[in-house]
């Protein structure tokens, strides 16, 4: 939580520790860089009047220190402009002191939710990187092409292989991705921007 009222920062603090949470305390924004993101699913609580840099600004800085923390803004000094402005940077949501402390619990229940969900996904496109990078330059080459809805010939025609030859490549992609359709495939190239895009889509 970054807060620069000491009160503040201690109520909620012993609220939330009391409900079992590992908590830490900043009164500016600069203490939390200093130490960095959590490196466990985590949300932070950020107030928006804060002197010196605003929670709005430092909220919207974060994402140049490659930091996607889940964001709670709370306010005492809230209107409809800051409330836009934080949702629209992401944040989980916007809570105007005093708030009751259901409120509070609930938000960083989601929160923590989203951030699991968020480290999921890194971890997934990283093991699928690691796997789209052991295919062999051939297989990579059919899997871009394949992707976009060429037929295996269209395919065999732009690399200038034997049909056959690039429903082999194909079988060893499906199998070393362990996809289970084309559209397993072309999700994974999504992710993964391996897509050619040279070639319009199934056109």
Known sequence: MIDDDEEVRGSVG???RAEGYDVRLYEAPAE???VGAPQVPSCLVLDIRLSGESGLDFQERLASHGISTPVILITGHGDIPMTVRGMRAGAIDFLPKPFHEDQLLEAVGRALEVDRA??????GALTLKATFDRLTPREKDVFGLVVTGLMNKQVAARLELSEITVKIHRGNVMRKMEAQSLADLVRMAEILGVRDESIHRYG
């Open 118 to 123: 968020q480290r999921a996904e890194a971890v």
């Open 14 to 16: 012993s609220l939330l």
């Open 32 to 34: 939390f860089l200093v």
